[in-house]
């Protein structure tokens, strides 16, 4: 089993900055890629931004690129976002997640999820 934990979220002014990390602990895989997706209140969960782990290849939404940097340290198995240039429609629930196949940005194929943080942009 695969445990996911968020950490990072708050409250941040319009256009102040933010770094989330996932930890990640349990089994291990050769390879796989984890991803950042977010939901707001009364909307659908979205995808954010993702990279694959072994080669570091990364996505990242249109609505974040430019704005937010997904990184990964493979030696303590922890996933970041580093979230800049925040504005008011960022706010949701973020959570990691991880998948061992699939789209990079398809919720349907990351079969773990951690329980998410809070990110909060005041205008």
């Known amino acids: 089993q695969v445990q996911l934990v968020e950490s990072g979220g708050g409250l941040v002014q319009a256009g102040g900055s933010l770094k989330l990390s996932c930890a990640a602990s349990g089994r291990a895989f050769n390879d796989y890629r984890m991803g950042w997706f977010r939901q707001a209140p009364g909307k659908e969960r979205e995808f954010v931004a993702a990279i694959t782990w072994i080669g570091g290849t990364t996505v990242y939404a249109d609505s974040v690129k430019g704005r937010f940097t997904i990184s990964r340290d493979n030696a303590k198995n922890t996933l970041f976002i580093q979230m800049n240039s925040l504005v008011p429609e960022d706010t949701a629930v973020y959570y990691c997640?991880?998948?061992?196949?699939?789209?990079?940005?398809?919720?349907?194929?990351?079969?773990?999820w951690g329980q998410g943080t809070q990110v909060t942009v005041s205008s």
């Open positions: 997640a991880l998948a061992l196949w699939g789209g990079l940005r398809d919720a349907s194929a990351y079969g773990y």
